[in-house]
């Protein structure tokens, strides 16, 4: 339903967590910046508490593509993986590095800390930048690189 034909991102944390145990990855965080919400990763990991799913994203009262309320703020998993889906949904468009930066310095840091991941995956949709035609965000490359060395810790 959504742009990505295939998942790389999702595809490898479910590979690392449940076909590889060898490699001692057993928790992954998934970081989504793509301006507009990853639905198949977030039904990938509904009720796996092995894949945290963190998602900041153009929502507008859920009529942002790909529409609906997966992306709201109280879509957070289910049984064992509720509590391990996180939404943070933008209501207009022109978020830029200010907006962002807090949500990394006020939400997903502190999460990622206390959840202590394996291994961190970036599902990294630039279509949040300053003067994509679509997403109409305001992301500078500055602003993308400070939200990477911010999860990288």
């Known amino acids: 339903m959504g742009f990505c034909l295939f998942n790389n991102v999702a595809i490898a944390a479910k590979h690392l967590v449940h076909e590889r145990p060898d490699l001692g990855v057993q928790k992954v965080l998934i970081v989504d910046w793509d301006v507009h919400h990853g639905n198949g990763t977030q039904h990938m990991f509904w009720t796996d508490p092995h894949v945290l799913y963190f998602s900041v994203h153009r929502f507008d009262a859920g009529t942002?593509?790909?529409?609906g309320d997966d992306g709201f703020y109280n879509k957070i998993g289910e049984g064992k993986g509720a509590g391990y889906n996180?939404?943070?949904p933008w209501e207009q468009g022109k978020c830029g590095d200010a907006d962002y930066?807090?949500?990394w310095d006020h939400v997903l840091v502190p999460v990622a800390k206390s959840y202590d991941p394996d291994m961190v995956l970036i599902s990294g949709g630039?279509?949040?930048?300053l003067g994509d035609p679509l997403g109409g965000c305001r992301l500078t490359p500055y602003g993308?690189?400070?939200m990477t060395k911010k999860v990288s810790k």
């Not at 630039?126 to 930048?129: L, N, P, R, S, V």
């Open 64 to 67: 942002f593509y790909p529409g």
């Open 86 to 88: 996180i939404n943070v």
């Open 101 to 103: 930066l807090a949500v």
């Open 126 to 129: 630039f279509d949040a930048a």
């Open 144 to 146: 993308y690189s400070l």
